[in-house]
């Protein structure tokens, strides 16, 4: 007499694959928007970052006090420049002609028509304008 043997059969397994393979996919479409809101985070933390340096190399004697507030030659603010570029942002600090106001900012990974910006003033703002003349922009 035969002993029926216990276990799955490949069709069986085939349909389990089938099924974690739907599943997995799902979960990637899921996280998309996550990981795109993630990196925005992460710009948006770089450059509050840079503008605690900003605040940092204020020079209140100076005609000039922003003048100090340069990515070249800054160790710190290179390393923020590089981490918001691995993001798919781009940090840019704008200083007024005369450097006595500033604005960094970045676009945005998620939503790469808006800015994030802060700017010396104390304004933090997203929009679709890029700052200029060492100011976040009005809307």
Known sequence: MLKKQGGFTLIEMLVVVAIIGILSAAVLV?????????????????IQQARAIGETLYDPVSSSPYSKFVIA?????????????????TLVIDLSASG??????SKLASEA????????????????????????PAN
């Open 30 to 46: 899921a996280l998309g928007p996550s990981r795109n809101k993630a990196k925005d985070a992460r710009i948006v933390s770089g």
């Open 73 to 89: 030659g800054n160790t710190a603010l290179t390393a923020i420049q590089a981490d918001v570029t691995a993001q798919g942002g």
């Open 100 to 105: 006595t106001a500033y604005a960094v900012y």
């Open 113 to 136: 028509t808006n800015f994030y910006c802060a700017d010396s003033a104390g304004k933090v703002i997203t929009s679709t304008n890029a700052p200029s003349s060492g100011a976040c």
